[in-house]
Every structure is written in C-alpha cells, then in structure tokens.
C-alpha cells in the first residue's frame, strides 16, 4: 500500500510540474512599452500602447529556443504588423499613420528569449 502512495505522490508532482511551465520570466508593460524576458513562455500576453500619427513603434524580439507570433493591431482594424512562428530574432520599426490605441499580442510556444515594443515619439 506505501508503494502506491509513492507511486501516486510522485505522479501528482509531475503533472503539477508540467501545468505550471506557462512563463517562467519578467514582465513590464505600460502606455508606451511592453518589454519580456522569458525562459519559457507558453502563452498569450498583451498590453495596450497609446500611439500618435507619425510616432513609431520599435520592435525588438530575440528568439533563443521555441517560435514566436505577434501582432500590433488598432481596435477591430486589420493588423499594422503581424509576424507568425517566429524563430528567429530580429529588430525593425513600425510606423503608425493613425493616433489610437494598439494592442501589442504576443504568443509563444516553447519559446526562450525576449521581446520589446517601445513607442518612440516623433519630434518634428
């Protein structure tokens, strides 16, 4: 009877081990970035980031293990970005042609790394 209580105590870590690895990472988010560093993200994170005409939006991802897809989209409107199963990093900018609100989506699968949205105000 000992042996099965073993048997069932060593079986509930592990399945309590594998529900648990959805992020395992820091997270920042606020009007104007959303910044994560993972060693595993196994999920879906967004944040909201208040962008004015002519502004844009620097993107910095950096793919250490697993893929990446993502969006930055206004409202209901098409995408103004959109990268599906990213394996690799990368860095570029996003130029926004209408003040509003975007939504930054960010999914990970197996993923390790880091990613950034920082909105960068255009001065001129």
Known sequence: M????????????????????????????????????????????????IVKKGDTIHVE???????LSFEIQKDDEEPVYKGEDVSFSDEFDVD????????????????KGSVSFTVVTNLM
């Open 96 to 111: 926004i042609e209408e003040s509003g609100t975007y939504t930054v989506s960010v999914t990970g699968k197996k993923a």
């Open 61 to 67: 991802i950096v793919v250490e293990g697993g893929s």
């Open 2 to 49: 000992k042996k099965w209580g073993i048997l069932y105590s060593v079986i509930l870590v592990l399945s309590l081990t594998a529900c648990g690895a959805d992020f395992d990472g820091g997270r920042t988010g606020n009007h104007d970035e959303f910044v994560m560093d993972y060693k595993i993200f196994n999920k879906t994170d967004s944040q909201d980031l």
